[in-house]
Nanobody, 122 residues
């Protein structure tokens, strides 16, 4: 079992930046691939980014490439999402999740946090 708690969301103007954090507890954090996903109002939840357990591989959705950076600190059991050049279309609830493989597939993520709201004003 892995418990995940996101933080760092908020209201920001377009072009601004935010850093989300996800603190993990429970089972061995370093064994899991960690991912960020988001769900905008009226839309399905979508993949944003993922990072392998040893930082060797990262994956990003095309919509955030070059603007968002995922990282992790296994010593602190925490994964981060640095979001720059934010756009109004980035407005969503952001979730972190844990999986066994680096993948965009929602179904592959076994554990989910409760989400944190990010709102980007124009």
């Amino acid at each position: 079992q892995v418990q995940l708690v996101e933080s760092g969301g908020g209201l920001v103007q377009a072009g601004g930046s935010l850093r989300l954090s996800c603190a993990a507890s429970g089972s061995t954090f370093s064994r899991y691939v960690m991912g960020w996903h988001r769900q905008a109002p009226g839309k399905e939840r979508e993949f944003v980014a993922a990072i392998s357990w040893n930082h060797g591989r990262t994956m990003y959705a095309d919509s955030v490439k070059g603007r968002f950076t995922i990282s992790r600190d296994n010593a602190k059991n925490t994964v981060y999402l640095e979001m720059n050049s934010l756009k109004p279309e980035d407005t969503a609830v952001y979730y972190c999740a844990a999986a066994r493989v680096v993948t965009v597939l929602q179904s592959a993520y076994d554990y989910w946090g409760q989400g944190t709201q990010v709102t980007v004003s124009s």
